[in-house]
């Protein structure tokens, strides 16, 4: 079963920026490639960001021109989310997976933006 690791989250006031990495434990063929997901309290988990085989990217109109989404192409295991300009409302837990037919969910990474 492939394990998803992600990291990189922690607390961080409004303004700020955060790097989140996502360790798969093998190599993933996907139809759609990879994406980062979020769930904030009491709220339904969505896809903020999404990456494709090709390299093409899209984000939820929210996190545009804040959010870049990039992969290890090297390696092709490691995703990435740079986030800048955070708000109090993107505190939430972070997930990695494939966008739209996600594989079971790994422990996600805790973003906390406040002051």
């Known amino acids: 079963q492939v394990q998803l690791v992600e990291s990189g989250g922690g607390e961080v006031q409004p303004g700020g920026s955060l790097r989140l990495s996502c360790q798969a434990s093998e190599i993933i063929t996907s139809r759609t490639g990879w994406g980062w997901y979020r769930q904030a309290p009491g709220k339904q988990r969505e896809l903020v960001a999404r990456?494709?085989?090709?390299?093409?990217?899209?984000y939820e109109d929210s996190v545009k021109g804040r959010f870049t989404i990039s992969k290890d192409s090297a390696e092709k295991t490691t995703v990435y989310l740079e986030m800048k300009s955070l708000k109090p409302e993107e505190t939430a837990d972070y997930y990695c997976?494939?966008?739209?037919?996600?594989?079971?969910w790994g422990q996600g990474t805790q973003v906390t933006v406040s002051s």
């Open positions: 997976n494939i966008p739209f037919s996600p594989l079971h």
């Open positions: 990456i494709t085989n090709s390299g093409s990217t899209h």
